[in-house]
C-alpha cells in the first residue's frame, strides 16, 4: 500500500506533494492493497429502474432508516430496503415511494411583484448586451424559461439523523433545479408530505430585514440597480444543505422548570457564500417547529459544497461547518450554537487548503475516528477535488488544533463523480463516470495517516456501465450505485435507461460477526447486515453452526432482549427457506375446468360430481404444494410433490417445520414476558392506588403467573408489589359491541364470551377496539394511538419499535 502523502501542518510551511503526472504515476505503481483488506464485490438482485434521467451533483443518497433517494428530472425516487421476514424470494425487499417535483416554478422574493416585474422587463429591454443577456440568460431570474427549457427536478438531497419525523424517522430536505428548498416526511409510508418551505419563509425574512443581514449593514442600492438585483437573488439561491446531528436543548416550562428538547439544525449554502443555520425542535411537524435561523457569512467566494464537522473531546462536543470552494480553498466555519447543552465551537475559522489551484470541490465527508496512537478521537475530512482526494486530519491535543493534511493521487484517470464514506469504520468509496470504484481504508500511523486503496472494476460485476453515483449502506453491507449502458463495440449507446444497482461489501460471516458484536443492538437500524445474513440462509436452507454457537453463548452470558430477537429473525428466515414456492402464479386463472375428458361425448359435458371431484382434486393439489415445503424452487410440481402414499417422505420435513415453529413461539414467548415486565415496571412506578390506567394490569400479571414452567423471581416479586398496591381491584376490560368483560388469556387478541375478537396493541397489551390503529413496518403487531388523556408515561410506551423487529410503528 501506498503511504499517500506526509503529514503536514499549514503552519510548519513545508510544501505539499505535486499533484502532476509523476506522483499519479508514483501512486499507481504503489497501489497494489494488501491481502487482508482484499474486496470481493458480489452483485445483489434487482437492479431498480429509473422512469426518468438523473439530475444535480450527487444524486445518490442513503438515509439511517435503510431509505436511497436518487434526484432525478422529475421526481426524487425513493427506495426503502427491507429485511422481509415473510419473504421467501433471495432478491432484495425495496419498497418505492416518490418525491414528486412543484409543478410551479420557484420564484425568489427579492421585493414587492410589481417592482419586480418592472425590472425584470427593464433588464431584459437594456441596450446593454451584458446587462439583458445576463438576465436572460441566468435560470435563477428565469427559472420558468420562456425561450430556454423550463428548470425541472432536483439538484441535491439530503437526510436527516434517525429520530426527527413524527414517527422517529429520517427527514428528507430536497433542493429543486428552480432553488425551491422544502422538507418532506414519509409518515404513512406511501406518500411524502411536505411540511415545510424553507425558501419562502427565508424569503420573507430578509424582505422585512430589507435585505440586510444586521441592523448595522448599510442599504446596498435600489432594486433597479442590477448589481442589487443580482445580489438579493444569489443571498437566498441555495447550493448545498446538510443536516447536523441531534442535539439537545432547554426549554423553559410555565412553571419555571427546565425540561431537555430534542433538536435539530439545518445549515444551508447559498450563492453568495452566506450560510444559513436553522433550528428545528423534534420531533419536527412543520412551521411551528422552528425555533430559530441565523446566517453566517463564510467569506469563500463560488462556494460549492458544504459538510459539518462534530468533534468530541474530553465530553466537549465541538462544532462547526466545513465549506468548499469551486476554486479549491477549504475551510472550517465556528457555529455558535444558541441555548444547546455542552457544545462549543472555535474562535476563528481554519483553513484546511488555501490555494486557489481552480481544482473544484464537490463533495466533503467527514467521519469521526479514533486515534490509536493519541489515544483520543480526531475527525478525518476527505474531500474530492477533481480527480484527486483531499484528506485532511484534525486533533485536538494540549497545543491545540492539529491540522495534517495531504491528497491522494492516482486513484482514478478521469475526475471523480461521487463520493461515499462508511463512518463506523472511516473506509471511503470514489468513483469516476467509467465504471471505476475506488476503495480507500484509513491507517493511522506515528505521525498522521496513511490509505490503503483498491480498484473495483464494475464491468466486471454489471458489465459494460458509466457511473453517476454511488451512495453507501448505514452499516456498510452495500454500495448502491447509479449505471447507464457503457460502450459496446466502441459505439455509445442509442438510448440510456438509468438504474440503481447494488453491490455487496461484506461476506456473510462479517455481517454475522457485526451484528453479534454490535453496539446498537437494534435489527431495524442495521437492516442491510440481516439482509445479507437472510440471503445465506435463504440460499443455503440452514443457519451455520458457527452463527448458532456465537448466539446462543451471548444468550446465555447477556440478559440483553436484542440477541433473543436476532434469533428469531433467523429462526423465521430459516422457516421461509424450508417453504415451498408455488409451481403456478397465484394470481393467473387456473384453466382445468375448461378440459374434457374423452370419456366423456361431446355433447354432454361432465356431470356435478366429475365437476365437484375435480375442484377437490385441485384443491388437494393446491394444499400439497403449501405443505410440501423442503423441495428446490427449480424443481416441478409433477416431480416434487409427494404422493398420497408416500407420507415417509414427507414427514422429516414436516416435523422439521414444526420444530421451527415450535422454536419461534418459545422465542416470540420469552420477548413478550420481558416486554410484560417492563409494562409492568412503568405501572407500578407511574400508578396512585386506585387509578385506572387502561392497561389490562391484573391480565397481564395472571397471564405472566398462568405458567408453572414459568418461574422468574423478577417477575413473581414485581407481580407481588402490583397486586399488593391494587388491593382486590381488577378494572377489566369491556367488549364496546357487548358489553362483556375481555378476559386475558392471549397475548395477541381478546375475544369476549359473545365470540368477538379484537386484537391486542403489543406496546402495552391493551385491546384494539378502534378502526384506526398502527401497524410495525415487518407487519409483525398492531399498536393503538395514543389519546389525548394518556399519562406522559404511556405516550412513551406507545412510542417504542415492535418488540419482536425493533421496526418503527405506522
Not at 414444526?658 to 415486565?677: N, Y
Not at 379484537?758 to 415487518?778: E, K, N
Request: charged content about 20%.
Amino acid at each position: 500500500a501506498a503511504e499517500c502523502g506526509g503529514s503536514l501542518s499549514p503552519s510548519a510551511g513545508e510544501e505539499e506533494p505535486p499533484l502532476g503526472l509523476d506522483s499519479v504515476v508514483e501512486e499507481a505503481a504503489a497501489a497494489a492493497p494488501s491481502a487482508g483488506f482484499r474486496l470481493t464485490a458480489v452483485r445483489r438482485e434487482p437492479a431498480v429502474r429509473l422512469q426518468h434521467g438523473v439530475s444535480g451533483l450527487e444524486p445518490l443518497a442513503w438515509s439511517e432508516d435503510h431509505r436511497v433517494s436518487v434526484c432525478t428530472a422529475r421526481s426524487i425516487a425513493v427506495l426503502e430496503q427491507l429485511s422481509d421476514v415473510h419473504s421467501g424470494g433471495q432478491e432484495m425487499v425495496i419498497h418505492r415511494t416518490a418525491v414528486p417535483a412543484p409543478a410551479a416554478a420557484c420564484l425568489l422574493k427579492v421585493g414587492p411583484k410589481k417592482e419586480v416585474a418592472e425590472c425584470k422587463e427593464k433588464f431584459a429591454n437594456s441596450m446593454d448586451p451584458t446587462v439583458s443577456q445576463t438576465f436572460m440568460l441566468d435560470r435563477v431570474f428565469n427559472p420558468e424559461g420562456k425561450s430556454l427549457p423550463p428548470m425541472r427536478g432536483f439538484k441535491y438531497s439530503s437526510w436527516s439523523p434517525l429520530g426527527c419525523d413524527a414517527n422517529g424517522r429520517c427527514l428528507l430536505a430536497a433542493l429543486t433545479m428552480d432553488n425551491r428548498l422544502t422538507i418532506h416526511a414519509n409518515l404513512n409510508r406511501l406518500q411524502w408530505v411536505q411540511l415545510v418551505d424553507l425558501t419562502e419563509i427565508y424569503g420573507e425574512r430578509l424582505y422585512e430585514a430589507s435585505y440586510k443581514l444586521s441592523k448595522a449593514d448599510t442599504p446596498r442600492g435600489e432594486l433597479g440597480d442590477f448589481p442589487e438585483f443580482q445580489r438579493r437573488h444569489s443571498m437566498q439561491t441555495p447550493v448545498r444543505m446538510e443536516w447536523s446531528g441531534i442535539c439537545t436543548t432547554q426549554q423553559v416550562k410555565h412553571n419555571n422548570e427546565c425540561r431537555d428538547v430534542g433538536s435539530v439544525l439545518l445549515a444551508v449554502l447559498f450563492e453568495n457564500g452566506n450560510i444559513a443555520v436553522w433550528q428545528f425542535q423534534l420531533p419536527f411537524l412543520g412551521k411551528e417547529s422552528i425555533t430559530s435561523c441565523n446566517t453566517i457569512e463564510s467569506g469563500i467566494s463560488s462556494p460549492s459544497v458544504l459538510s459539518w464537522w462534530e468533534y468530541e473531546h474530553n465530553n466537549r462536543k465541538m462544532s462547526g461547518l466545513i465549506v468548499g470552494s469551486a476554486f479549491g480553498p477549504v475551510k472550517i466555519l465556528p457555529v455558535n450554537l444558541k441555548a444547546v447543552k455542552g457544545y462549543f465551537t472555535l474562535r476563528q475559522p481554519v483553513v484546511l487548503w488555501q490555494e486557489m489551484d481552480q481544482l473544484p470541490v464537490h463533495s466533503i465527508k467527514c467521519i469521526p475516528l479514533y486515534h490509536p496512537y493519541q489515544k483520543c478521537s480526531c475527525s478525518l475530512v476527505v474531500a474530492a477535488r477533481g480527480a484527486y482526494v483531499f484528506w485532511c486530519l484534525l486533533l485536538i491535543s494540549k497545543a491545540g488544533l492539529n491540522v495534517h493534511n495531504s491528497h491522494v493521487t492516482g486513484l482514478h484517470s478521469l475526475p471523480i463523480v461521487s463520493m461515499t464514506a462508511d463512518k463506523q469504520n472511516g473506509t471511503v468509496y470514489t468513483c469516476s463516470s467509467d465504471g471505476k470504484v475506488r476503495q480507500l481504508i484509513p491507517i493511522f500511523t506515528d505521525v498522521a495517516l496513511k490509505f490503503e486503496h483498491q480498484l473495483i472494476k464494475l464491468s466486471e460485476v454489471f458489465g459494460s456501465v458509466r457511473t453517476h453515483g454511488i451512495a453507501v449502506s448505514p452499516c456498510g453491507a452495500y454500495l448502491a450505485v447509479i449505471t447507464t449502458e457503457g460502450m459496446t463495440n466502441g459505439l455509445h449507446p442509442v438510448s440510456k435507461n438509468y438504474q440503481v444497482q447494488f453491490v455487496t461489501l461484506k461476506t456473510f460471516e462479517e455481517a454475522a460477526a457485526q451484528l453479534l458484536e454490535s453496539s446498537v443492538q437494534n435489527l431495524f437500524r442495521q437492516v442491510d447486515l440481516t439482509d445479507l445474513v437472510r440471503w445465506k440462509i435463504l440460499k443455503d436452507k440452514h443457519i451455520p453452526q458457527f452463527l448458532q454457537e456465537a448466539l446462543d453463548k451471548k444468550i446465555e452470558s447477556c440478559g440483553s432482549t436484542y440477541f433473543w430477537r436476532l434469533k428469531l429473525f433467523l429462526l423465521r428466515i430459516l422457516y421461509q427457506s424450508m417453504q415451498k414456492a408455488p409451481s403456478e402464479v397465484m394470481w393467473r386463472p387456473s384453466h382445468e375446468d375448461t378440459k374434457i375428458l374423452i370419456s366423456d361425448s361431446p355433447g354432454m359435458g361432465s356431470t356435478e360430481d366429475d365437476q365437484e371431484e375435480g375442484t377437490s382434486k385441485q384443491a388437494s393439489r393446491q394444499s400439497l404444494g403449501d405443505t410440501g415445503k423442503g423441495m428446490d424452487i427449480d424443481d416441478t410440481a409433477d416431480d416434487s410433490l409427494p404422493q398420497s402414499s408416500d407420507i415417509g417422505g414427507r414427514e422429516p420435513m414436516e416435523e422439521k417445520l414444526l420444530e421451527i415453529q415450535a422454536q419461534i413461539e418459545a422465542v416470540e414467548m420469552h420477548l413478550t414476558r420481558e416486554h410484560m415486565k417492563r409494562v409492568l415496571g412503568e405501572v407500578y412506578l407511574h400508578t396512585w392506588i386506585t387509578e385506572n390506567t387502561s392497561i389490562p394490569t391484573r391480565g397481564v400479571c395472571d397471564f405472566l403467573m398462568s405458567d408453572a414452567g414459568y418461574d422468574d423471581r423478577t417477575a413473581r416479586v414485581l407481580i407481588g408489589h402490583i397486586l399488593k398496591k391494587m388491593n382486590k381491584q381488577t378494572f377489566p376490560e369491556h367488549c364496546s359491541l357487548c358489553k362483556e368483560i375481555l378476559p386475558f388469556t392471549d397475548r395477541k387478541q381478546a375475544v369476549c364470551s359473545n365470540g368477538h375478537i379484537w386484537l391486542r396493541c403489543f406496546l402495552t397489551y391493551q385491546s384494539c377496539q378502534s378502526l384506526v390503529y398502527r401497524r410495525c413496518l415487518l407487519h409483525d403487531s398492531i399498536a393503538r394511538h395514543p389519546t389525548p388523556e394518556d399519562p406522559e408515561w404511556i405516550k412513551r410506551l406507545l412510542q417504542g419499535p415492535c418488540t419482536f423487529c425493533d421496526s418503527p410503528v405506522f
